[in-house]
């Protein structure tokens, strides 16, 4: 079993908070603590708002957002061994400072939606930082890799071709059984695995295509009941939530309703929700029974990638403690190893 930590590294979802708080110091505690256990981490870094950070520098003089910090941790990163892939919330683009957040760009906030030009821009000039910045530290360094916002990458066909003709040939933002509407809209009910990573079509990208261009690395999700998602760690996230709400993009409020698992109801009590593997919001204790139960499904298979998810903003210090304790009873085991997008 290979484990792939991978983390979006961002502020957060309304544009407010500050960088170092939220990505630069618990991403520097959570690579400490992965090495400590011979883990690495994949840093999933969004360009689109580092992009604002640095044209707010180079306007004022000001580094009011840690740009300076930002690029010497993610090259800090590859030097140590760990990886920098793209992450990328298109909606920061157009986005202003109003002094105390950054106010997006909503018609540009689901870039799965958007033409295909608009999308390629984004994708090579953000390629083109990460490989600018990383590779005078590492030669060898590759931007190969993608997660799309929010997970959405339905509609499929404009995302996929710029992703591929930009030379990206991998995707991790498919949870299976996930859905959405609103702001963004997808559907992974129907994801051609949970676990295992298959060539996407690029007509659906929850679709086996032998033939497809991009290999989807799901973020490993198990349906599950409302109890499993019971921890303090998700309560205290959905609590902090609340605080930085942003605005509705009033263009698609119509689909709001349509699709969507966040809206509470009596019966969605007594349905199963797609549980990811995320190392902020379950327990060392949750963590350690999924990977049990991964083991006792997939017993017969020679090789079993495990993609993780966690936010650098989610990453608070009760988090760490009981993140230390899953790491530590892995490390006992041979058969689990530390993964990365190859």
Same mark, same amino acid.
């Given at each position: 079993?290979? &484990?792939?930590?991978?983390?979006?590294?961002?502020?957060?979802?309304?544009?407010d908070?500050?960088?170092?708080?939220?990505?630069v110091?618990?991403?520097?505690?959570?690579?400490?603590?992965?090495?400590?256990?011979?883990? !690495?981490l #994949?840093?999933?870094?969004? +360009?689109?708002?580092?992009f604002?950070?640095?044209?707010?520098?180079?306007?004022?003089?000001?580094?009011?957002?840690?740009?300076?910090?930002?690029?010497?941790?993610?090259?800090?990163?590859?030097? !140590?061994?760990?990886?920098?892939?793209?992450?990328?919330?298109s909606?920061?683009?157009?986005?202003?400072?109003?002094?105390k957040?950054?106010?997006q760009?909503?018609?540009?906030y689901?870039m799965?939606?958007l033409?295909?030009?608009?999308?390629?821009?984004?994708?090579?000039?953000?390629k083109?930082?990460?490989? /600018?910045?990383?590779?005078?530290?590492?030669?060898?360094?590759?931007?190969h890799?993608?997660?799309?916002?929010?997970? /959405?990458?339905m509609?499929?066909?404009?995302?996929?071709?710029? &992703?591929?003709?930009?030379?990206?040939?991998?995707? #991790? /933002? +498919?949870?299976?059984?996930?859905r959405q509407?609103?702001?963004?809209?997808?559907?992974?009910?129907?994801?051609?695995?949970?676990?295992?990573?298959?060539?996407?079509?690029?007509?659906? @990208?929850?679709n086996?295509?032998?033939d497809?261009? @991009?290999?989807?690395?799901?973020?490993?999700?198990?349906m599950?009941?409302?109890?499993s998602?019971?921890?303090?760690?998700?309560i205290?996230r959905?609590?902090?939530?609340?605080?930085?709400?942003?605005?509705?993009?009033?263009n698609?409020?119509?689909?709001?309703?349509?699709?969507?698992?966040?809206? &509470?109801? &009596?019966?969605?009590?007594? +349905?199963?929700?797609?549980?990811?593997?995320?190392?902020?919001?379950?327990?060392?204790?949750?963590?350690?029974?999924?990977?049990?139960r @991964?083991? !006792?499904?997939?017993?017969?298979?020679?090789? @079993?990638?495990?993609?993780?998810?966690?936010?650098?903003?989610?990453?608070?210090?009760?988090?760490?403690?009981?993140?230390?304790?899953? $790491?530590?009873?892995a490390?006992?085991?041979?058969?689990i190893?530390?993964? $990365?997008?190859?």
């Open positions: 079993m290979n &484990l792939i930590f991978t983390l979006d590294y961002e502020i957060h979802g309304n544009g908070g500050s960088p170092y708080n939220l990505m110091e618990p991403t520097y505690r959570l690579m400490n603590l992965l090495e400590k256990y011979g883990f !690495r #994949t840093i999933l870094a969004d +360009v689109a708002e580092i604002c950070f640095k044209k707010y520098f180079e306007e004022t003089g000001e580094d009011k957002f840690f740009v300076k910090e930002i690029e010497k941790q993610l090259q800090d990163a590859v030097e !140590r061994g760990h990886d920098v892939q793209l992450h990328i919330h909606s920061y683009f157009k986005s202003k400072y109003n002094g957040s950054w106010e760009c909503w018609d540009e689901s799965a939606a033409p295909y030009k608009r999308i390629n821009e984004m994708v090579a000039a953000s083109q930082y990460l490989e /600018s910045l990383l590779r005078p530290v590492n030669s060898g360094y590759k931007c890799a993608f997660r799309a916002a929010n997970w /959405s990458m509609p499929t066909e404009n995302i996929y071709n710029a &992703l591929i003709d930009n030379g990206i040939d991998t995707d #991790t /933002s +498919v949870y299976k059984g996930g509407g609103g702001n963004v809209d997808y559907d992974y009910t129907n994801a051609y695995s949970a676990i295992f990573p298959y060539k996407a079509s690029g007509k659906n @990208i929850n086996y295509d032998p497809g261009k @991009i290999t989807e690395y799901p973020i490993y999700t198990e599950r009941y409302f109890w998602f019971i921890s303090f760690v998700r205290f959905m609590i902090r939530a609340k605080f930085h709400k942003h605005k509705q993009n009033e698609v409020m119509k689909n709001a309703d349509r699709n969507d698992p966040k809206k &509470l109801s &009596l019966k969605s009590f007594f +349905v199963k929700s797609p549980w990811k593997l995320d190392f902020n919001q379950a327990t060392g204790g949750q963590l350690k029974n999924a990977v049990r @991964i083991k !006792r499904k997939y017993k017969s298979e020679d090789s @079993i990638p495990v993609v993780l998810i966690g936010h650098s903003k989610s990453f608070i210090p009760y988090n760490e403690k009981t993140l230390e304790k899953f $790491l530590k009873w490390k006992q085991h041979t058969d190893e530390h993964g $990365l997008f190859l």
